[in-house]
């Protein structure tokens, strides 16, 4: 369908950058406890655009630029969380957060449990490689943030759940790190009405059904695990998609019910393997779902090395559908 | 008024409740340490007991200039700031022998505290990192409409940090009214200044962040009180960012398992001579502020408060271990 005639619908093609944009409009429109601060955020609307005139609609006061400054910027919208503000603050790449990460992991992540007030504070963190960004670019943190308690982590893999989580994450009267895939930003694009619900928080969504083997992913890595189920597809393997959406809480009754379905869990992340995400959620299984189990849980992840920058290189290093592939033939032939 | 000290009338402008409810501040603080003190020493104290012994004209001075609406991130040293704001000793009690019924219910110990109903944030360990706190805090009242002002405090250790250099640079950059106390008590632990920083000053780098420095002595809680008053008028209706440096030692160590060895004798002697309490009960009396029974009275009520505080406290329990995993998150 063409872009026009899909409008007549009432629906539109959105990529994901566009549902995170279209989700702080709506969220700076009907909600007046709303601000957006961060590097280069105002008028040039971000280093990726997630931001793009807002500044101009809702005025400097709600939308502002801040000197290159992470720990102020996060120390910044913790007090303004707790005077009242929801705060959503953009770090312009995740690999900048590492320094002032203790004002997130020290201090907004324990304030609730130290004082009994609430930190009510959105935290946007572009991540991923897979587009030559090289080590300091690139980088998928998440296990560090869902280490700490107090601490929220969604990471949408499609454009409407990039819009509802966001709309939750700023609703959430936690600080939430909100991790957008950089390589999804322009790549995924979905039909979908100006409408939208809030996506719920610590639940995952089923993306493909299947009976011979179940992966759990998220971010970029459901595409590509799309991707290999449609090659095991066409040679009559049916493989489940889970995307996890939120890494913490995590929803452990879905990924429990899609291992009783197959007997066989790949678990796939962009991240590095060792201490990766992966690794909780093969524990959670094997501690919960060891019956379930026909064959060992298998991990795809990026080794443990910097990322590289030379595509030649980086290709190898990220995870992709020939990867996944691989990886479940031999778990479905073991 | 040739035989009229200066500091008389500098007192002279200021309500005598004022410097009373200072003093008081200052007595209540010093008097509660030395408890605190003994309970350490008697292994009555869990993990650690830090002071602001020497300190306690800074935070008496500087909090007490403060209004209702304004925001605080005291540091270690302050106890003075958060009985100003309306603490109660008790409070300070409970939370150093871990009661449930403490502002942090036993889930953080000694200084890591404060009531945010009170205008007053609890600090984290990091630093300078509470500077950030304050501005955003700040931010906040004055979008709506508040004349509010924040005051962060910090030590000279904590002015070599990132942080504290983002966040005065942030302040100046956003014109938010903050003053940011450096209590330079010329020893981060057991650091000297010399192998701290190379300004003669720590206000010498207020022209770098466009701002103003002032320094004042910060054993004289008349000068510290008149000096923020002053700046802090001036910061409700024009706002920006001040750094107040104030000159002083820390009387103790670090903590009380510091004897604080690396200090200097005659340095310590200097000091001790220009206590903060000595000074401000011989400022109230010289200026016919208060006799020396005036104080007496204060005093031996400051005390009352502390012991029943402490018996009270005392008898209250600890959290229930079933509760162990409550509070992390926000409902």
């Known amino acids: ?334 | 008024m040739p035989d009229c000290p200066s500091f008389a009338r500098d007192l002279n402008q200021i309500p005598r409740n004022q410097w009373l409810a200072i003093y008081r501040t200052m007595c209540r603080a010093r008097l509660t340490e030395q408890r605190m003190i003994r309970l350490y020493h008697q292994g009555k104290i869990f993990g650690g007991v830090y002071t602001g012994f020497g300190h306690e004209a800074i935070g008496a001075g500087t909090a007490h200039a403060g209004g209702a609406d304004d925001l605080f991130t005291p540091c270690i040293r302050d106890l003075t700031v958060h009985l100003a704001r309306g603490l109660s000793v008790l409070d300070v009690f409970r939370q150093f022998l871990a009661r449930a019924t403490g502002p942090t219910r036993g889930r953080d110990g000694n200084v890591h505290y404060g009531r945010l109903d009170q205008g007053v944030y609890a600090m984290i360990s990091h630093l300078g990192a509470m500077i950030s706190v304050a501005i955003g805090g700040v931010m906040v009242r004055r979008r709506q409409g508040l004349d509010a002002v924040a005051m962060a405090y910090v030590g000279d250790g904590a002015t070599s940090t990132g942080d504290f250099h983002e966040a005065v640079n942030y302040a100046s950059v956003f014109d938010v009214p903050l003053l940011v106390v450096i209590e330079n008590n010329k020893f981060a632990y057991s650091t000297p200044n010399s192998q701290q920083y190379r300004c003669k000053d720590l206000i010498d780098r207020a022209p770098g962040y466009g701002i103003e420095g002032v320094k004042v002595d910060g054993n004289d809680a008349v000068a510290v009180y008149l000096k923020v008053l002053e700046i802090v008028k001036e910061m409700r209706q024009t706002p920006r960012p001040v750094l107040l440096e104030c000159d002083t030692l820390r009387i103790r160590g670090h903590g009380e398992h510091d004897d604080a060895g690396y200090i200097p004798e005659a340095l310590k002697a200097e000091y001790a001579a220009r206590d903060p309490l000595d000074n401000m009960r011989r400022s109230l009396t010289d200026g016919e502020i208060a006799t020396d029974q005036d104080l007496e009275t204060i005093d031996s009520e400051c005390q009352k408060e502390i012991d029943d505080g402490y018996r009270q406290a005392l008898a209250e329990p600890m959290p229930d271990p079933a509760t162990l995993l409550d509070g992390v998150y926000a409902e």
């Open chain 1, 1 to 334: 369908m063409t872009h026009a005639a899909l409008a007549e619908t009432g629906f539109v093609e959105r990529t994901y950058v566009d549902c995170i944009r279209q989700a702080q409009q709506r969220l700076l429109r009907e909600d007046d406890r709303v601000v957006i601060f961060g590097e280069d955020v105002g008028a040039f609307g971000g280093a990726f655009k997630a931001t793009l005139g807002l500044q101009e609609e809702f005025g400097a006061d709600r939308v502002f630029d801040t000197p290159i400054s992470e720990s102020a910027i996060i120390g910044s919208a913790i007090g303004m969380a707790t005077q009242g503000l929801r705060p959503i603050i953009e770090m312009q790449f995740l690999d900048f957060m590492n320094t002032a990460l203790h004002q997130l992991i020290n201090n907004a992540a324990t304030i609730h449990f130290r004082t009994g007030n609430a930190v009510p504070m959105t935290v946007r963190a572009p991540c991923g490689g897979g587009f030559g960004g090289g080590p300091f670019h690139s980088e998928e943190l998440e296990t560090i943030f869902c280490h700490v308690p107090g601490l929220k982590v969604v990471y949408p893999a499609f454009p409407c759940d990039a819009r509802g989580l966001l709309v939750s994450a700023v609703e959430d009267p936690n600080p939430v790190v909100y991790l957008e895939n950089k390589y999804l930003y322009r790549h995924v694009k979905e039909s979908l009405s100006d409408d939208f619900e809030p996506v719920p928080i610590g639940v995952a969504r089923v993306c493909r059904r299947g009976s011979d083997a179940t992966i759990i992913t998220y971010g970029a890595m459901v595409h590509e695990s799309l991707a290999a189920a449609d090659v095991l597809a066409a040679e009559e393997r049916q493989v489940m998609v889970v995307d996890l959406r939120t890494l913490k809480p995590y929803d452990h009754d879905t990924i429990i019910a899609a291992v009783s379905a197959t007997n066989r869990v790949l678990v796939v992340h962009e991240a590095w393997r060792c201490c990766g995400f992966g690794a909780e959620i093969a524990a959670g299984i094997a501690e919960r779902g060891f019956h379930l189990l026909d064959a060992p849980i298998m991990r795809v992840a990026a080794p443990d090395i910097p990322i590289p920058f030379a595509p030649t290189l980086e290709s190898v290093y990220r995870p992709s559908a020939g990867t996944i592939v691989e990886a479940l033939r031999e778990l479905i032939e073991y």
